[in-house]
């Protein structure tokens, strides 16, 4: 029976685990417990921990990594044990753009989040470049119709669980404080190395030590 494919892809810059709790884990258990398999590309961030994430929870069988001609020589020997194990390779393409449109073509969802603007801004400070990532032409792609369609009959409808809902729901509002708290240790940081803020910022700043809290009663740890 033919089984749905999400593709998982991000940022290369997630600031630790943190990033992927928020956005990922979640949206990868549930995919996980429909049996759905998965493919990612070889970077670092989200796609490094999607798989460290994943390769302990399903069987590898339903793990595939694309990667582009170029890098044959250069990411495909560290990916040996993945091999090893059972996981597929697959080549595609000859840079990063062609070897996601590949992962989009042959799949049917994506699992994905870029940062906002203002997440960007807040990351990059005076570095920062209006452009768009990877991920969000990833998005983009999709939405002009790249990608396999799943239609009704291939597999059982997904059950609606409303229990389920309502727990992914107040993990949201969790994230969102978290997301807030990130921000804040960013801005800090900016602001320890000399530079000068804006009083939005400075006004974030303020409640740093609420959102402390707030992240260890959620995760019962601190983001030091």
């Not at 398999?37 to 929870?57: H, K, T």
């Not at 694309?66 to 090893?84: A, I, K, M």
Request: glycine share 8%.
């Amino acid at each position: 029976m033919p089984l749905k494919i999400t593709f998982i892809s991000g940022p290369l810059e997630t600031a630790g685990s943190l990033y992927f709790q928020m956005h990922y884990q979640g949206r990868i258990d549930r995919a996980i417990s429909l049996g759905h398999q998965f493919i990612m590309g070889p970077a670092a961030g989200i796609d490094s921990e999607a798989l460290a994430y994943l390769v302990p929870r399903v069987s590898i069988d339903r793990l595939t990594i694309y990667v582009h001609h170029q890098q044959l020589n250069t990411v495909r020997p560290h990916l040996r044990w993945f091999e090893d194990q059972g996981g597929k390779i697959i080549i595609a393409g000859k840079n990063h753009t062609e070897r996601d449109e590949a992962c989009t073509r042959n799949s049917h969802y994506d699992i994905l989040r870029y940062r906002t603007e203002e997440e960007c801004r807040a990351l990059y400070g005076a570095k920062w470049r209006d452009r768009i990532s990877g991920t969000e032409k990833n998005e983009k792609r999709r939405a002009a119709g790249v990608g396999l369609i799943w239609t009704e009959g291939e597999a059982k409808p997904d059950i609606f669980d409303e229990k389920a809902a309502m727990e992914e729901q107040r993990f949201a509002k969790d994230r969102k404080k978290l997301e807030r708290k990130v921000k804040g240790q960013i801005l800090q940081a900016r602001k320890n190395k000399g530079e000068v803020l804006q009083q939005n910022q400075l006004e974030k700043l303020s409640k740093l030590a609420q959102w402390e809290v707030e992240l260890e009663r959620v995760y019962g740890t601190t983001l030091d």
